[in-house]
């Protein structure tokens, strides 16, 4: 297959690649570019655990061709810390201990960071629906309903 | 391999940082920032990528397999067949049983379950491996398969007469009983469905290999690596930084990693071999379909006569798995008389494998759903009777409990979930439309204990390392051991780094049974001693030390100073010291073994669990305990079931981090959520194949599904059970949550669901 030139802007980074027109953004990231805090869970767009911020709304990775991002900003997980300092939510997850093996973290946090972006962050009830679709089989659930409510409380004040 | 960052969490204080305290996950900065590399996310140069092509069928053989098409597409590299993989020797399996002496073929001609790898194209792209992979065609002479317990094939099944478990007279007692339940209780294949699949990069230097893999096991599947390969143990390296989830799946070495292997040695370059989500479900096995009868006689005033049981679970046509249901069955009441068999049937399925808390977690929700129905038939409290018939010694083993803080569990779930207040008829709480019931049941998980090995040492700069080959997959592993070795040199835990996941460092057995935490914390509690002691011994005896001329028995080490237990005298850093003594470095390996330990014993320790300690040793027997108080809201006219809280109080001895262990506890109950509410594998019938091989239609519980859990400590130290007193945590939370369930849904609807999941159309 043809391989075309692909230009991605990641965490502020431009990244210029040839590419067949099938790779997905996920595997662009973790097999091109050794981005590889963001993961691969069921390549189906049913678990979360590859959420991505595009232009600042969480997308599936798995499910997002790499030329499909072409000229727009992608964050990873790799590019929410600024200058070392941890973003509110990561703060949060460590604090609230919402993640026991760590592989759903990366796409729980890209997913509440725009959750709390969102608005859909005023009430527990509200988290856990808008969470929804970040699965986590260790179970950390109640944890993260925790964190983001703390982050969403610390946004708002 | 790893080394964490320091964290600087403001709420972990000293007192966070001691053993016991809640210091926050010291590996949790590089989770969640994105630095944590998994073992598949190795980077290595020239790595190719391998894909899996899997059996269509459940029963019969391999006719032909056309590659022509596949080796012509772009980018391949090879394509493996049974006819063109390398031939391997059989391994042993992981009691150490002598293998077979002969080849062992990990793509399969004979076809006994679907899903099974028959080929494998390995390719320079991932991309291209997948594209070509779907050309590969294979055809098949296929034979009838046996679906699942419920086919008319499947028979009675094989007998284990080590599963029997039998005193008094059972039968007769039963038959004399004025008050008699029988029922039978089934659960379905569950899936273990860690976020993480399950996969390996695999590189061979020479007739060395080193696998990047997810593991449960290093030295364990380490050990079946080199008997595959027929290399020496010492060639092999597995390394394991972090595993994204196991719940008992990663533990031994697996079909696929064997592909991945023999395609890195036949290609002479690394491979990676990931599993894609739909074969996570039949890559390995997950956790057995099971049948129970149980049957209760007891008297007019609840109190057990009689049980007998009968347990079937599946295993597939040529491995052999036994789920022991009547493990707890024969232990959680007293009872003069107890009579427990199962079988096995095979099954055209992979071979099943353990799942949190296997055998304990089906037996539970047999015996603890039927003394539910005891209740009600007779008219007591669901708690009350569980008080009435409580075990005070083992009943089976005939030894006293170690520590069962059970009735304290009963007490402390109860007042804080507001039991006192329940309404005894079903169907009698309502809120609206939806019909609120209240249901309780016990759990237990054995102590599993294992000897251990650590190496702690003591650097220049004062700091403390601690190695291990054992692992974290979100037990919080490298977090407690830091606490462990800080504690006993005297650091703060700031100040230890651990590193993990690597089988070149300090040998260790497998992290399943919940034995890890105890089996380790003692191993890097006796090394960081041994350290300490050297430590000490120095600042006392050399010369060149500034406490030479105190003539001092022993020193105090305190916050990473050394001083005189009176305080008098010089005060000085670890680092001075060892300065000042012109070293720079003390290590100390230490290991629970037997003095007298042969190098095999310790190989056998270490690559097998031939050697783990029975639970019921000695004078003691030893097990975890909780309670769990569940409500359910059932709408009345649709039968959904929302589970809506959850008290649950856990005995696990000793909690060595309360924040980590309160977060795996709840973990479990939110597994059990799911097995009570959703989780089944359904077989398509015609083709002997499991139709809901994905996280969209085999259902886990999300954000969505789960309530507040409040979790309660109960436990005190445990010395029989561990060297530090704590008892097991991973696997006890998700034992006794399905029945607490069940027996809520019937207390809501007055329906008894004894077919897990409950899902609406059982309840309407």
Redesign the interface.
């Known amino acids: ?1 043809t391989k075309i030139p692909v230009h991605l802007d990641i965490n502020g980074q431009h990244h210029e690649l040839q590419l ?1 027109p ?2 997905t953004l996920l ?1 662009a990231l ?2 091109r570019l ?11 767009g ?2 979360g ?1 590859c959420t991505v911020h595009i232009d600042g709304e969480r997308v599936l990775a798995c499910l997002t061709l790499a030329a499909q991002a072409e000229g727009r900003s992608i964050t ?3 590019g ?2 600024r200058e070392g300092e ?1 973003h509110p939510v ?1 703060a949060a ?3 609230q ?1 919402a ?8 796409g729980q ?1 890209m997913s509440a960071v725009a959750c709390i972006r969102e608005g859909h962050a005023g009430s ?1 009830e509200e ?3 808008y ?15 925790a964190a983001v409510r703390q982050a969403a409380q610390e946004f708002a004040s | 391999m790893t080394v964490h960052t320091r964290h600087g969490d403001a709420l972990d204080g000293a007192l966070a940082q001691a053993l016991g305290g809640r210091l926050s996950r010291v590996d949790g900065p590089a989770k969640i920032t994105g630095a944590a590399k998994y073992a598949v996310e190795q980077q290595l140069e020239g790595l190719a990528y391998a894909v899996l092509v899997e059996s269509t069928i459940a029963s019969g053989k391999v006719r032909a397999i056309d590659t022509v098409q596949a080796e012509a597409a772009p980018g391949v590299l090879q394509v493996l067949t049974p006819d063109t993989i390398i031939s391997l020797r059989t391994a042993s399996d992981w009691f150490g049983t002598p293998p077979p002496d002969k080849p062992y073929c990990p793509l399969a001609r004979d076809i006994t379950f679907s899903g099974q790898h028959v080929a494998a194209v390995v390719a320079e792209t991932f991309e291209q491996a997948v594209a070509a992979a779907a050309l590969v065609k294979v055809s098949y002479d296929e034979t009838p398969s046996i679906v699942d317990l419920s086919d008319g094939k499947a028979g009675d099944g094989i007998p284990i007469d080590a599963m029997t478990k039998e005193w008094g007279d059972a039968p007769a007692a039963f038959a004399a009983a004025p008050v008699r339940i029988c029922a039978a209780y089934n659960t379905p294949r569950e899936y273990q469905a860690p976020m993480e699949p399950h996969g390996l990069v695999a590189r061979w230097e020479g007739d060395h290999l080193t696998v990047w893999e997810p593991s449960q096991w290093l030295d364990g599947m380490a050990r079946t690596y080199a008997e595959w390969f027929e290399v020496p143990f010492e060639n092999v390296r597995l390394v394991s930084p972090y595993i994204g989830g196991g719940f008992g799946s990663k533990a031994l070495a697996l079909s696929h990693g064997a592909v991945a292997a023999s395609a890195a040695k036949m290609l002479g370059r690394p491979v990676k071999l990931v599993m894609t989500r739909q074969q996570t479900f039949t890559g390995y096995g997950g956790r057995a379909a099971t049948r129970q009868t149980v049957t209760i006689g007891a008297d007019r005033d609840g109190m057990i006569q009689s049980i007998v049981h009968r347990g079937v679970n599946e295993t597939s046509i040529d491995g052999m798995w036994v789920e022991p249901l009547g493990s707890v069955t024969s232990i959680m009441y007293a009872t003069p008389n107890f009579s427990s068999r199962q079988n096995v049937v095979r099954v055209n399925s992979v071979v099943p494998g353990a799942m949190r808390a296997p055998g304990e977690n089906p037996s539970a929700f047999g015996i603890e759903s039927a003394i539910d129905e005891l209740a009600y038939v007779v008219g007591i409290d669901p708690l009350e009777i569980r008080l009435r018939n409580y075990a005070e010694q083992d009943p089976h083993a005939k030894k006293a409990w170690s520590t069962r803080q059970l009735r304290e569990a009963f007490a402390a779930g109860a007042e804080r979930f507001g039991w006192a207040r329940r309404s005894p008829e079903p169907r009698s709480m309502r809120d609206g439309n939806q019909l609120i019931g209240w249901g309780v049941a016990a759990g237990t998980y054995p102590v599993r204990r294992a000897y251990g090995e650590a190496v702690v040492r003591i650097l220049a700069d004062g700091s403390v390392e601690v190695e291990s080959s054992s692992i974290d997959m979100g037990q919080g592993t490298y977090t407690i051991l830091a606490q462990t070795a800080a504690e006993t040199v005297g650091v703060p835990a700031d100040d230890v780094v651990v590193k993990l996941g690597d089988s070149r460092f300090a040998r260790a057995g497998v992290s399943g049974g919940s034995r890890l935490a105890g089996v380790m914390t003692g191993a890097v509690h006796k090394a960081a001693t041994s350290a300490l002691d050297q430590l000490v011994g120095l600042a006392i005896s050399d010369p060149r030390s500034p406490f030479h001329a105190l003539q001092a028995n022993t020193l105090v080490v305190a916050k990473g100073r050394i001083g005189s237990p009176r305080g008098d005298g010089p005060d000085v850093s670890i680092a001075e010291l060892l300065k000042s003594v012109g070293r720079d470095r003390i290590e100390a390996t230490g290991d629970t073994m037997p003095a007298n330990s042969t190098a095999e014993d310790r190989y056998k320790n270490y690559t097998t669990i031939a050697m783990a300690l029975p639970h019921t040793e000695g004078d003691y027997s030893r097990y975890s305990w909780c309670a769990h108080f569940i409500e359910v809201r059932v709408d009345e006219d649709f039968g959904t079931v929302r589970v809506s809280r959850v008290v649950s109080a856990l005995d696990s001895g000793r909690l060595y981090n309360p924040k980590l262990a309160e977060s795996q506890w709840k973990g479990g109950i939110i597994m059990g959520i799911g097995q009570a509410l959703l989780e089944e594998g359904i077989m398509d019938r015609r083709h002997g194949r499991i139709v809901n091989n994905n996280l969209a239609d085999y259902l886990v519980p999300t954000n969505a599904d789960i309530p507040d859990i409040e979790v309660i400590s109960v436990g005190i130290p445990d010395p029989h059970s561990s060297a530090l007193g704590g008892k097991g945590v991973g696997e006890l939370g998700i034992v006794g949550v399905a029945p607490a369930i069940a027996n809520a849904v019937f207390h809501a609807t007055g329906k008894r669901v004894r077919d897990l999941p409950i899902t609406l159309e059982k309840l309407i």
Do not use: S
Request: charged residues 25%.
């Open positions: 297959m067949e099938r790779v595997d973790r097999e050794g981005l590889t805090g963001t993961k691969k869970g069921c390549d189906h049913q678990c655990a990873t997980i790799e929410l810390a941890l990561q997850f460590l604090e201990d993640f026991q093996c760590g592989y759903c973290t990366p946090i527990d988290i856990r629906e969470m929804a679709g970040n699965l986590c089989r260790c179970g950390a659930y109640p944890h993260i309903v």
